[in-house]
């Protein structure tokens, strides 16, 4: 389900305006709508405005569920996988402050920027 339309059918069934959420979250009822048809893709911690304004737990946004999704255990073995690179250690904070500032992009500076990184990445390997 796209987040906006989850967004819309919580709203609706706790019969909630988009004018109350605007008042209960601080966020203007014309980016409320955007984000429920799908316009704007809506940042975590705007997500975690809507959650409160709405009264329901942030996870209930992405899990159609009652309870919350059991949380997956991660073998031991993975944790120093590649797959795992920037998740922990030395990179963690780099990572971090590299998907927020990727978060922030518009998505034509992204694939400028992916585009850039592919051609480096050959540039070295040759």
């Known amino acids: 389900m796209v987040i906006g339309q989850r967004l819309r059918a919580i709203r609706e069934e706790k019969k909630l305006s988009q004018g109350e959420i605007e008042q209960r979250s601080g966020l203007l009822r014309c980016y409320i709508s955007r984000v429920e048809n799908g316009h704007t893709i809506p940042s975590i911690e705007t997500l975690e405005k809507l959650a409160r304004a709405l009264q329901i737990p942030l996870y209930q946004l992405f899990y159609d569920g009652e309870e919350p999704p059991k949380l997956q ?8 996988s590649a797959e795992h690179w920037g998740y922990s250690g030395k990179w963690a904070g780099f990572m971090h402050r590299f998907r927020t500032l990727l978060g922030n992009m518009e998505e034509g500076d ?3 920027l992916l585009f850039v990184a592919l051609r480096m990445a050959r540039k070295n390997r040759a």
Do not use: A, E, T, Y
């Not at 255990?73 to 120093?80: C, D, R």
């Open 73 to 80: 255990i991660i073998p031991k073995g993975m944790k120093n």
């Open 110 to 112: 992204r694939k400028l």
